[in-house]
């Protein structure tokens, strides 16, 4: 089982960045497809954006243009760079893996996102 524990998150203003990162331990980490999801109060917890083991990459469509999810199998991290950040975008951001092969997902304790207008 992957251990996940974020950090990065915080207060900034509309307009501002924030970079998320997640460091993995306990697992081979490159065979994990990695990603971000974020639940703000009161809603689903939604798909963010995802990094396959290849290095492919996918976005919801909110954050397409503005967010970038890579990720570093030496440092066994993945990472959330969040620009022109928007109010909507608060949520507690939740990094996930899930190992090639497995159903199963391992998830970290989540960070604390939160955009001000």
């Known amino acids: 089982q992957l251990q996940l524990v974020e950090s990065g998150g915080g207060l900034v203003e509309a307009g501002g960045s924030l970079r998320l990162s997640c460091v993995a331990s306990g697992g081979i980490f490159s065979i994990y497809t990695m990603g971000w999801y974020r639940q703000a109060p009161g809603n689903q917890r939604e798909l963010v954006a995802v990094?396959?083991?290849?290095?492919?990459?996918n976005y919801a469509d909110s954050v397409t243009g503005r967010f970038t999810i890579s990720r570093d199998n030496a440092k066994n991290t993945v990472y959330l760079q969040m620009n022109s950040l928007k109010p909507e975008d608060t949520a507690v951001y939740y990094c996930?893996?899930?190992?090639?092969?497995?159903?199963?997902?391992?998830w970290g304790q989540g960070t604390q996102v939160t955009v001000s207008s």
């Open positions: 990094i396959t083991r290849g290095g492919t990459t």
């Open positions: 996930y893996g899930q190992r090639f092969g497995s159903s199963g997902v391992d």
